[in-house]
């Protein structure tokens, strides 16, 4: 069957952000989306009213019923919503539940891009430190990545992080500018190896992170290297960004859903 990618996540209502994302930029990098879910929030394509987090075991069990019965040799995580759910993932790692170097892209959300908490930041910062060295690439926003490093510069931050075990760091830095292109850099081992440079489009969107970190985690599933798999997906969201749906076109405002059915050219 195709590559099997394992993803944590959280169920969005509205279809913009969470495992639904997953499943629909997972599919169109040619890979398999399996699911544990680690969540069910109440959000629409606008904003985030509150989320009921899934027991630490639950998920485990989710996870061991795709595990078992499936080959799955690429794991994404997005919402994880409490420390316990971040500690029992670490567990499958240092357990090796998880075989031993199976690509992980962790995309260690703390908020929302439509506004709202997903959980108390400062320990939820503490766990992921744990998980960290197990990631293949971390796929912050600026708030994460200086969140979880402790430092306001960009570059230093991913070089912090790689050095705390990181393997590699995608450094966006869309949220810090409000004009210009937008410049990401992959950061791995601590050396910066690929920089892009990426058109910046009208409006805000809802759940382009998690389409971003899900469709790298399906190339990887199906054998790019960690660069081509950066690369191809910044020409992907670039698309589907372009082609985005606007469920309140008479709000200015409004955020914008990724139309994920396009394929990369």
Known sequence: MRPVVLCFSGLDPSGGAGLQADIEAIGQAGAHAAIACTAVTIQSSQQVFGFDPCHAELVRNQAMAVLEDLPVNTIKSGMLGTTDNIKMLTRLFA????????????????????????????????AFKTLLPYATLVTPNTHELRA??????????????????????????SHDFDSGDIEQYLYVKGDMVHKSVLPRLDGEFHGSGCSLASYIAGRLAIGDTLVDAVITAD???????????????????????????????
């Open 95 to 126: 357990n090796k539940v998880i075989k031993k170097n199976t690509p992980f892209v962790l995309d260690p959300v703390l908020v929302a891009n439509s506004g709202g908490s997903l959980g108390d930041e400062a320990t939820l910062v503490a």
């Open 148 to 173: 979880l490093s402790g430092e306001q510069d960009l570059h230093v931050a991913a070089q912090k992080l790689c050095a705390q075990g990181t393997h590699a760091v995608l450094v966006k830095t």
């Open 235 to 265: 020409a992907w969201i670039t698309q589907t960004l372009r082609a985005a749906d606007n469920p309140h076109p008479d709000q200015p405002d409004a955020q914008l859903i990724p139309n994920r059915f396009i394929k990369a050219k």
